[in-house]
Every structure is written in structure tokens, then in C-alpha cells.
């Protein structure tokens, strides 16, 4: 039941609305008309009615600065994989919107600011070349302020819906296929071996014989390594997706991991620790500008260190592994992710059907 009731002021009369229902705190607000106050006490009541009204207030309550304050601080986001561009990604979000209610946040702002993350230059490069975020990486800012906004809604009730929902992802390129020929691959694997990172090479092996992510490996730690001769596996916990899988250790990759094992450091758990620090505090080794060096000295152009991964995929392929197969290896869960791989298992499908038809229609006229 909602009351209106006249306030005389030094600055003239003021209305003020007061609204009462069982169950529910009493609801005030005042107004320098009547018209006014009736007309929120009617919108209150109804609010109050279809269990919209205490969501409105919490969103009107709290700014977007407040909630990924306190999304970073979570137990869930804590435990992501990727946290430091997960970071980065929403503190971009924070300078943007930050000041704003949660209330206010809406699908036309969020598409405003997808545009202006796909147009302004964020960096330049080494040439002063001036550097554009790519389709994919925007599609990342917005699931990061996505997945946030579902915390506010599902965890914290502040509010009612997610207004990414009403937002398209940008359409992106196919992904890249780009892998190393024999001859590349040779020439990186020996340049590998003359920076003056002495892990390098290691690493690079690792990644071309498990086709793990460069964050995986470099947050190894010895309890996930396992090398006695009826196991010889890694298992990659801190992963994309949030799964833990295993990964075999072959070869040439296993014998060198081995050697590795017999000089670690006690005073951390990681494979390729950094100098700076210890235990617990200890960091994963940077290898950043080796990698660099070992990519010029080797003659690679358009190379980074995740086309190890798809090199590993795409050798695969080329050596009959199915598209399950490469999906399982790589930890992706499901097959669209491995599609870009399909043209390169053509020749060992042309071979299989060459077999089936020497087999059974040699013979037919």
C-alpha cells in the first residue's frame, strides 16, 4: 500500500512516497511534485510484485568499478587459467565504464566499446608500426566482461540479466594453420640451441612433441611430471578450458626432460623457474626475447611460439591421426577447433582408399 504524504520546507513543499508490503522492507523516496511520487510508488509497487525491484536496487547500488573488484577478489576467479590477460582485460573495462552503476550498463554502451577496442591502436610495434587488437582478442575482452557479469547475476544478485547477451562477437578469421617444414623446423630446433637461454631448446621440443600451450609448459611442476619408463607423461592442470589432462612424453623429449630432473632446483616446484624468486613466491622462466632471437637467427617469418602448437597438430594429421585423435592430444572438446587441420590427412586418406580399392576393386571393368 503506498501513501503519499506533503512535506512543507524553507524551499517549498516536497512529496514524499512511502510504499508498504507484507513481506518487504517499507520503501521511501521524495519529489518536488505529487505527480511525480505517485508515479514511483505505482512503478514500486509493481516492481516489488514481479521481484524486480530489490535486483534494481542493488545494480543502481553498485558501480561496475565495485563488482570486478570484487570478481577478482572470488574464489572462482582465482582459480581461472590465464588470470594476468583476464586481468588486464577488465582493468581496460574498469578505465572505460568503471564509474558507471551496474543499472546503467547497457547492450548499446558494451558494442560502443566493442568498436572502440577493435579501432584504436593499443600499441606499436619495434618499426613504430602502430598495432590494431585482432577480431579474436575482442571476442576475449568481451567473454571476460561476460563471464564477470554472470557472477554479478548468479553469485551476488545484483543483477537481473546480462547485458552481454544482447551483444554479437565479432566475426573471426579462420583460424591459423601456419606449421614448420622440415627445413624450418630444423633451423629453429638449432637456433634454439645457441641463445643463451640453456631451456630453450627443451621447451621448444616439448611443445612440437605434446602440442601444449606455452602457458602449460611453463607452469609445469615436477609433481605433474612423471618419468618412470611405464608412464612417461606430463599433466597439463593449468589449461584453457579448465580441464586437467595427460599428455605422453616421447623420444627425444623424454630423454632430455629426464636430464633436466637430475639438476632441478629444490627451493621451487617448477620445471623452468625464474631466477628472481623462490618457493612459493617463484615465477615461471620469461623466455620472451630467446625466443625472438632463436625465431631471427632461424629465417621464420609470420612465426610464433603457439604455431608450435599447430605444428604438432598439423603433423599429426599428415600422419593419419583422425580429427578426434588430434582433439584429444591437443584437449579441445570439440571438433571444430581441429577442422583447420582436415586438408592436411587428405593424403593419407587418398592412401587408405588407393588400399580398399586395390583390395576389392582391382578387378572391376
Not at 606455452?214 to 612423471?226: F, K, N
Not at 603457439?306 to 571438433?335: F, P, Q, W
Request: net charge positive; glycine share 6%; charged share 30%.
Amino acid at each position: 500500500m503506498a501513501t503519499i504524504v506533503k512535506v512543507e520546507g524553507k524551499k517549498g513543499s516536497t512529496y514524499k512516497a512511502v510504499v508498504r508490503m507484507k513481506g518487504y522492507p517499507t520503501q521511501t523516496a521524495s519529489f518536488t511534485s505529487k505527480k511525480k511520487a505517485e508515479f514511483w510508488a505505482g512503478d514500486t509497487e509493481s516492481a516489488i510484485r514481479d521481484g524486480r525491484h530489490f535486483k534494481t536496487v542493488e545494480a543502481k547500488k553498485h558501480t561496475l568499478k565495485d563488482l570486478i573488484d570484487k570478481y577478482t577478489k572470488s574464489d572462482g576467479y582465482l582459480k581461472l587459467a590465464g588470470k594476468e590477460d583476464r586481468g588486464t582485460q577488465l582493468e581496460w573495462w574498469k578505465s572505460e565504464l568503471g564509474c558507471y552503476s551496474l543499472a546503467d550498463i547497457s547492450g548499446p554502451m558494451i558494442t560502443e566499446c566493442k568498436t572502440k577496442l577493435s579501432t584504436v591502436p593499443y600499441t606499436t610495434d619495434k618499426a613504430g608500426n602502430i598495432k590494431l587488437r585482432s577480431e579474436a582478442t575482442v571476442n576475449r575482452y568481451l567473454a571476460a566482461f561476460s563471464q564477470m557479469y554472470s557472477y554479478a547475476v548468479t553469485d551476488l544478485g545484483w543483477c537481473d540479466d546480462n547485458p552481454l547477451a544482447k551483444v554479437h562477437k565479432m566475426k573471426e578469421p579462420r583460424g591459423r594453420t601456419r606449421y614448420l617444414s622440415e627445413d624450418e623446423r630444423n633451423r629453429l630446433l638449432a637456433a634454439c640451441k645457441t641463445t643463451k637461454n640453456k631451456h630453450l631448446y627443451l621447451i621448444v621440443l616439448l611443445a612440437l612433441s605434446t602440442g601444449a600451450r606455452q602457458g602449460e609448459i611453463m607452469g609445469l611442476e615436477w609433481r605433474d611430471v612423471e618419468l618412470d619408463p611405464q608412464r612417461k607423461r606430463v599433466v597439463l592442470r593449468d589449461t584453457k578450458n579448465g580441464e586437467t589432462r595427460a599428455v605422453p612424453l616421447v623420444d627425444r623429449a623424454y630423454e632430455l626432460l629426464k636430464e633436466h630432473s637430475k639438476v632441478r632446483r629444490i627451493d621451487t616446484p617448477l620445471v623452468f623457474p625464474g631466477a628472481s624468486k623462490s618457493g612459493k613466491d617463484a615465477k615461471p622462466l620469461i623466455i620472451r626475447e630467446a625466443w625472438e632471437s632463436a625465431v631471427h637467427k632461424a629465417g621464420l617469418e609470420n612465426f610464433h611460439f603457439h604455431d608450435l602448437r599447430h605444428t604438432c597438430a598439423s603433423y599429426l594429421a599428415m600422419n593419419g591421426a583422425t580429427l578426434a585423435e588430434i582433439a584429444e592430444v591437443l584437449g579441445h572438446k570439440t571438433l571444430s577447433m581441429v577442422q583447420r587441420y582436415s586438408h592436411l590427412s587428405e593424403q593419407h586418406v587418398k592412401g587408405v582408399l588407393s588400399k580398399m580399392n586395390d583390395s576389392f576393386l582391382a578387378g572391376v571393368a
